[in-house]
């Protein structure tokens, strides 16, 4: 798809330095990676270019992601289960179809819903949205939470 990371508006500089920061060291990370990943005879295909059925494959995936949001026990294991999938073979086509770790794509997809439940204005608390996106540790959110969006989950109360 080619997108790395969208910002909606309102946005403050603060949260655009750190995504930038946050692109960055991903980058540094991918450059590394394949700099010590063995040479294989097989032809790789580019990130950007997602086959429909992996398309599909993974819109479905983010569904089962959002119907289990707040499941604590929501992970590699619950979601190879339901796609009939063994973990490493779920591992391995998440992290072809999206560059991260299935854990890192659960999280980010945790994430953005959680913002999106801030922006609305429907919680009253930081400990309520942690809660409903599956954080048992309200401080673990938070301070994930302002590593990805370079914003204080308790600034929009």
């Known amino acids: 798809m080619g997108v790395d990371d969208y ?3 309102p946005f ?4 655009v330095l750190v995504r930038i920061k946050n692109l960055l060291y991903n980058y540094q990370q991918r450059k590394k990676w394949h700099k010590e990943a063995p040479n294989t005879t097989e032809e790789i295909a580019p ?6 059925a992996n398309l599909k494959w993974l819109k479905s995936v983010e569904e089962a992601i959002y119907q289990h949001i707040s499941d604590k026990r929501l992970g590699v294991t619950m979601l190879a289960y339901e796609f009939s999938m063994s973990e490493r073979q779920f591992r391995r086509r ?5 560059g991260l770790s299935p854990n890192k ?7 953005s819903y959680a913002r999106n439940l801030l ?7 930081v400990a309520e949205v ?3 996106i599956g954080f048992e540790k309200v401080a673990h959110f938070s301070k994930l939470y302002l590593n990805r ?6 600034s929009y109360f």
């Open 47 to 52: 990130q950007n270019e997602i086959s429909p």
């Open 94 to 98: 998440i992290n072809s179809t999206t």
């Open 119 to 125: 922006e609305s204005g429907e919680y009253n608390t």
């Open 7 to 9: 910002i909606n508006k």
């Open 149 to 154: 969006f370079g914003k204080k989950a308790s």
């Open 130 to 132: 942690s809660y409903t």
């Open 12 to 15: 403050s500089s603060q949260e």
């Open 105 to 111: 794509y659960i999280r980010e997809l945790k994430l």
